[in-house]
């Protein structure tokens, strides 16, 4: 069984601030992740994923997201947030066969930018 | 990038009639597409996986004969629901996987399509 908790289900940060959203995962397999992106109205957006490999990924629009298995998290960072990065975040994981098997998202994270 | 598109956007229907909601992954072909359901403020919540040529595989709690799901072609797949109701209201969204070409590895979204039954 595979689960995700996103901690904070708002966060509020000013324009220019680090962003940090935080996700933990459980899983009984080596987990593939994933941050995605959701806009008002709108599908998802993939930002970045850990499969295998390098543990930092880096994605889209300037965020990276660090795979720490010691403390099986997966938090999404962004060094300068911008006001165009006001949106839902969502974590996911899924197992070995992660482009054919169902994805189970966390709760979201809704992050709102400050002028 | 790969584009999945999922027609209507939005849809009104009064309660008891059956609305169709497509997903096509245009210019790729998709060997597995997801149907998930949103509701306000909340968490996907996948209600099935279809393989094209086989019956969808429903999640748990899902009613197969309200949530009917088609995936005929590698680029089509279809959710129907039938006699809905207002607690079916929801936002809607497809992904598809598995798409030669692209990383077969993630799933794509499409837009999202938001169901109000009155």
């Known amino acids: 069984a595979q689960s995700v908790t996103q901690l904070g289900s708002h966060v509020s940060v000013s324009e220019g601030a680090l962003v940090l959203l935080r996700c933990n995962y459980s899983s009984s397999v080596p987990p593939y992740l994933f941050w995605y992106v959701q806009y008002p109205n709108q599908g998802l957006q993939l930002l970045l994923k850990y499969t295998t490999g390098a543990t930092l990924v880096k994605g889209i629009n300037g965020f990276e997201a660090e795979f720490k298995k010691s403390e099986t998290s997966f938090h999404l960072t962004k060094p300068s947030a911008h006001m165009s990065d006001a949106a839902e975040y969502f974590c996911?994981?899924?197992?070995?066969?992660?482009?054919?098997?169902?994805?189970?998202f966390g709760t979201g994270t809704r992050l709102t930018i400050i002028p | 990038g790969a584009v999945v598109s999922q027609h209507p956007s939005w849809v009104i229907c009064k309660s008891g009639t059956s609305v169709k909601i497509e997903c096509r992954s245009l210019d790729f072909q998709a060997t597995t597409m997801f149907w998930y359901r949103q509701f306000p403020k909340q968490s996907l919540m996948l209600m099935a996986t279809s393989n094209e040529g086989s019956k969808a595989t429903y999640e748990q709690g899902v009613e197969k004969d309200k949530f009917l799901i088609n995936h005929a072609s590698l680029t089509l797949s279809t959710l129907t629901v039938t006699s809905a109701h207002p607690e079916d209201s929801s936002f809607y969204i497809c992904?598809?996987?598995?798409?030669?070409?692209?990383?077969?590895?993630?799933?794509?979204f499409g837009a999202g399509t938001r169901l109000s039954v009155l």
């Open positions: 992904s598809a996987s598995g798409l030669r070409g692209f990383d077969k590895n993630i799933q794509y």
């Open positions: 996911a994981v899924s197992g070995p066969n992660f482009g054919n098997e169902k994805l189970t």
